[in-house]
């Protein structure tokens, strides 16, 4: 089975600051990588799919890239409502989905 | 708007049984693969078991293999979950997502919790 491994689990940031967050995967997987956002006591919301394609309705701040094994999530500028939990996916061996652990994004 | 409804979610004891349920709404179900994912408390994202559109494929984690059945009814606009044989480790919210790929739409999720 596809592992997906995020670094680094936990994040400190300010308002404006650039963050990017890494997810690597224990094979290749193409571009079949999504992202997403979580806050507390909500569902997932997606950010980014097919490695870089930025979902409709969400900033252009964020930005995805990478193909193969390794793969960024950037936020370009943080804003106060960024602060969450942010998962990659990968659907390379669809339909068994697989996530990575988690990255949480924490105000400094 | 798309909306997903997930209901059913309780208390448990192990070794019990629960069935989840999913109100669709906002677009053509029949058209749409389906996804049940699961997040324990104060963990990551599982998915748990997919579903094709017309229900002729469907696949399960092997977390949950021979215990969890999924099926739909699209008269219905409904996804559902049968878990048997629950376990501790199956407490979690449930979400049903779609489409099959790439998960843009999901529920507000149904908390599952197996405790005695």
């Known amino acids: 089975a596809i592992q997906l491994t995020q670094s680094p689990s936990s994040l400190s940031a300010s308002v404006g600051d650039r963050v990017t967050i890494t997810c690597r995967a224990s094979?290749?997987?193409?571009?079949?990588l999504a992202w997403y956002q979580q806050k507390p006591g909500k569902a997932p919301k997606l950010l980014i799919y097919?490695?870089?394609s930025l979902e409709s309705g969400v900033p252009s701040r964020f930005s995805g890239s990478g193909s193969g094994t390794d793969f960024t999530l950037t936020i370009s500028s943080l804003q106060p409502e960024d602060f969450a939990t942010y998962y990659c996916?990968?659907?390379?061996?669809?339909?068994?989905?697989?996530f990575g652990q988690g990255t949480k994004l924490e105000i400094k | 708007e798309v909306q997903l409804v997930e209901s059913g979610g309780g208390l448990v004891q192990p070794g019990g049984s629960l069935r989840l349920s999913c109100a669709a709404s906002?677009?053509?179900?029949?058209?749409?693969?389906m996804n049940w994912v699961r997040q324990a408390p104060g963990k990551g994202l599982e998915w748990v078991s997919y579903?094709?559109?017309?229900?002729?494929?469907?696949y399960y984690a092997d977390s949950v293999k021979g215990r969890f059945t999924i099926s739909r009814d699209n008269a219905k606009n409904s996804l559902y979950l049968q878990m048997n044989s629950l376990r501790a480790e199956d407490t979690a919210v449930y979400y049903c997502?779609?489409?099959?790929?790439?998960?843009?739409?999901w529920g507000q999720g149904t908390l599952v919790t197996v405790s005695s």
């Open positions: 997502a779609s489409p099959g790929v790439v998960l843009r739409y």
């Open positions: 906002g677009f053509t179900f029949s058209s749409y693969e």
């Open positions: 579903i094709s559109s017309s229900g002729s494929t469907i």
């Open positions: 094979q290749g997987i193409s571009s079949a």
């Open positions: 097919d490695a870089s």
């Open positions: 996916q990968q659907f390379n061996s669809y339909p068994h989905h697989t």
